[in-house]
């Protein structure tokens, strides 16, 4: 096997889907010991492991990983991952962002405290990663395709999610789950954790219990998560006043919102949009994934 043949990638340069773009995908065969990092994304990104060994460091935590396993990465997350010295990993990876990226990405198994997954089905997972990569292409049609699989190989990690949420039994899951479809559909709105509750049926105390079991945070926790995080959207995708963007994501206190979001993000949401405006949009470049 030639060098060229073990790796097999493609970069998309200029994309206009704001609601869901792919930065790159492709399959590798790994050389021993291949390193990336420590670094971060500006997107997000998931690699299928298909053979081999490797290991990933992520939030602190080190994870090694094989066949029929699954890793994300999130954007500005710092990140390392690295093959096996002696048997190293082949994978399939796709790389993407968007307005309703985060939507999907917490409907799959994947949280701050899972970053990896075993598939139930990696042959179908990895049947959609390669038909993202088989679809790729400079014309509309093509960025419409792999977008059309990408939606494909995220509606198998949300059926496997569904399937593993049960940590302390199927009901506890149904409620995480449609707790998190009540955020997304309700967080621009002045919600609390006790509206939450209310609309699955449980109590506040039995709410917070179950999303510590199944996705690591607690309800308020992840709300908040989920409003900073689309207003980060709305400030990379629109021309909404900050003030405008704090309304949108449910906090009706600019002051608060501000205090809010530098809390999680570092820094005030007016410097976070000045650090963007600052770097502009990036150069085509070459991917190493």
């Not at 399939?92 to 405290?113: E, I």
């Not at 409003?227 to 003030?243: H, M, P």
């Amino acid at each position: 096997m030639t060098i060229n043949e073990m790796k097999q990638s493609y970069k998309q340069s200029y994309t206009d889907n704001v609601e869901l773009s792919i930065f790159n995908c492709g399959h590798e065969y790994c050389q021993p010991g291949h390193t990336w990092g420590p670094g971060v994304r500006d997107h997000y990104l998931i690699h299928l492991v298909v053979a081999g060994k490797g290991v990933y460091q992520v939030n602190g935590a080190s994870h090694t990983l094989q066949e029929g396993d699954l890793f994300l990465a999130k954007p500005n997350q710092l990140i390392t991952y690295a093959a096996d010295e002696t048997d190293p990993w082949e994978y399939y990876w796709v790389g993407f962002n968007g307005a309703c990226a985060n939507k999907l990405v917490q409907q799959t198994p994947f949280s701050d405290a899972h970053p990896v997954h075993h598939c139930k089905d990696p042959q179908t997972v990895r049947e959609a990663l390669y038909n993202i990569y088989l679809s790729r292409g400079p014309e509309p049609q093509c960025e419409a395709l792999m977008t059309g699989y990408l939606y494909i190989f995220m509606a198998h990690l949300m059926k496997e999610a569904r399937e593993a949420m049960p940590n302390v039994g199927s009901s506890s899951s149904q409620y995480v789950l449609a707790a998190i479809k009540y955020i997304q559909f309700n967080y621009s709105h002045d919600i609390s954790v006790d509206d939450i509750a209310k609309a699955v049926g449980v109590s506040r105390s039995h709410l917070y219990r179950v999303f510590m079991s199944n996705v690591g945070q607690s309800p308020i926790d992840y709300l908040t998560s989920y409003r900073i995080s689309e207003a980060c959207s709305l400030l990379k995708n629109s021309s909404l006043s900050i003030a405008e963007i704090a309304v949108s994501v449910g906090f009706f206190d600019q002051f608060y919102f501000s205090r809010v979001f530098k809390k999680v993000k570092g820094v005030p949401p007016s410097k976070y949009l000045a650090t963007l405006e600052k770097e502009g949009p990036a150069a085509p470049q070459a991917i190493n994934p």
